[in-house]
């Protein structure tokens, strides 16, 4: 087994591929100039204002619309009334244009473009070298959202939700943070301190509608003060990175993926998931996978240690929940004999995403008044011998056996020996809450040959009780499944008694 992290593998992609690249531009006493007179050109006028730029307009007065002679007469927006023609672009920074017919728009488009300009057309796509998107305007805090022009209502209905998010008062809060940043640099040095200090400056300025006053920023020096003299230490937090799916992911989850400077995650931990991770945080890919190359479990203690006495802050991300088959014991142990500071941002397991993507409760007050979560190998590669099975196979329980897939048919064997009926129901699902997910279904005795359809490349749960019955059936059709006759129709008249 190797004893260093494994190498980067393409899952580490740390962006994703992007439609345009998002840029703020500063246009501040820049030169700008727009053809066209219509209500789009008015607004596009005003924004660009907003930014400063020294707007010019060529459009002849009889076809100004009302909203642009207004916004001549009350802003210093220049108007040439004349039309556009090829010698306007020179000095321009940026051209914009309301063109009427598609030979215009052309023609505005190639003259700017020979100029150097880049231009943008008013609703005509194909002439636009940018695109202007929504905007959550709290300066010089600034949310854009773009579609690149495939949903304009989809990005106006994002920044609505955005605009109920983010505080008016987030304005005077950033207007202070760049009061603040100069000051703040010279007491704490870069690195930990000084964005543990950044950390609870936004904590604070999201919490409140208030804007911040003289006393607000005294209060927050004297917090950089403090920091200062505190020594610095790093600190390791265990996060459950839940099945897969990134939106099952808990908001604690994300802040700490969002403040770590060392993020050591597991092989099953989805690229969704990691998507989220603050960009400058280095990455370990520390997987540990039946049959796979893998890092021992003491090189991944070490490496948190390590990191942790260098003052980093680490993210140990684990797929499920770190508490639940997670190892977390061991690492919890060594960390707290190490003296370092360890917490735990808890997951939604495996068992739980299972449950919610068949629409079956594990608890059924008819059929279990129990569920039990079992390991499906141990660290031999085979079934744990501690097992108790003749309770296991007991009904009126719902078992869910996690990473069994190669010891499912020694599963079924071990659970029909010990009495339970081989028509009990059950299901299998692989790489649950992802896009790849796979299900089967069916009774106890056709577990072995559902496994080699379903197959172990993806990690496997097994769930075994009389919970998994009809609505089971009626969940499994909507995905990858195998068909219905060989999913159901060894227990259906089974589950018809039972439900």
């Not at 004893?3 to 593998?9: A, I, Q, V």
């Not at 600190?235 to 700490?256: F, I, N, Y």
């Not at 629409?359 to 590669?381: C, F, W, Y």
Request: net charge neutral.
């Amino acid at each position: 087994m190797p004893r260093n992290p494994l190498p980067p593998s393409d899952r580490q992609e740390r962006i994703s591929p992007l439609a345009k690249l998002p840029v703020f531009w500063n246009l501040q006493g820049k030169r700008t100039v727009i053809a066209g007179g219509s209500d789009g050109a008015a607004w596009k006028a005003e924004l660009l204002q907003a930014c400063g730029a020294k707007v010019e307009l060529y459009c002849e007065t009889d076809d100004l619309g009302e909203t642009m002679a207004a916004l001549i007469e009350r802003t210093s927006l220049i108007h040439h009334a004349h039309p556009w023609h090829c010698g306007i672009f020179t000095g321009a920074s940026l051209a914009l244009a309301d063109c009427e017919t598609e030979d215009e728009a052309r023609a505005f488009f190639c003259a700017a473009r020979a100029a150097g300009v880049p231009v943008n057309v008013i609703d005509k796509p194909a002439y636009c070298q940018f695109q202007f998107g929504s905007i959550v305007n709290r300066s010089p805090v600034i949310v854009s959202i773009s579609t690149d022009g495939a949903a304009p209502i989809l990005a106006q209905a994002i920044r609505q939700r955005i605009e109920t998010l983010l505080p008016p008062s987030l304005k005077q809060w950033a207007s202070l943070a760049h009061r603040l940043r100069e000051a703040v640099n010279r007491r704490l040095a870069p690195g930990g301190p000084r964005r543990l200090f950044w950390e609870r400056f936004v904590a604070q300025s999201l919490m409140t509608n208030e804007p911040p006053t003289e006393e607000t920023a005294d209060a927050l020096l004297v917090t950089a003060e403090q920091i200062a003299s505190a020594p610095g230490s790093g600190s390791v937090t265990l996060v459950g990175a839940g099945p897969g799916d990134a939106e099952l992911l808990t908001l604690k989850a994300m802040r700490a993926l969002q403040a770590a400077d060392i993020i050591l995650f597991d092989d099953l931990v989805s690229p969704e998931v990691l998507e989220l991770a603050r960009r400058e945080a280095k990455r370990f890919l520390v997987g540990k996978r039946g049959g796979r190359e893998s890092c021992r479990q003491d090189d991944i203690n070490d490496m948190m240690v390590r990191f942790a006495k260098a003052g980093k802050r680490v993210v140990r991300l684990k797929s499920g929940d770190p508490m639940i088959f997670g190892r977390a014991g061991e690492e919890i142990a060594r960390l707290e004999s190490e003296g370092i500071a360890v917490d735990v941002v808890p997951g939604i397991t495996a068992a739980s995403a299972m449950a919610a993507s068949l629409k079956t409760s594990l608890t059924h007050r008819d059929h279990a008044q129990q569920v039990r979560l079992i390991t499906g190998h141990s660290r031999n590669a085979e079934l744990p011998r501690t097992l108790d099975w003749p309770s296991l196979a007991k009904a009126n329980q719902t078992s869910v056996f996690y990473m069994g897939g190669r010891m499912a048919g020694q599963i079924e064997q071990r659970l029909s020996e010990n009495g339970m009926t081989s028509d009990t129901p059950v299901v299998v699902v692989s790489a649950v809450s992802r896009t790849q997910e796979h299900r089967w279904a069916g009774p106890l005795g056709g577990l072995p040959d559902a496994m080699r359809t379903i197959g172990v490349d993806e990690p496997v749960l097994i769930g075994v009780g009389a919970v998994f019955g009809r609505r089971t059936e009626a969940a499994l059709p909507n995905h990858h499944s195998l068909s219905q006759e060989q999913s159901f129709g060894a227990f259906d008249q089974r589950e018809r008694t039972l439900l």
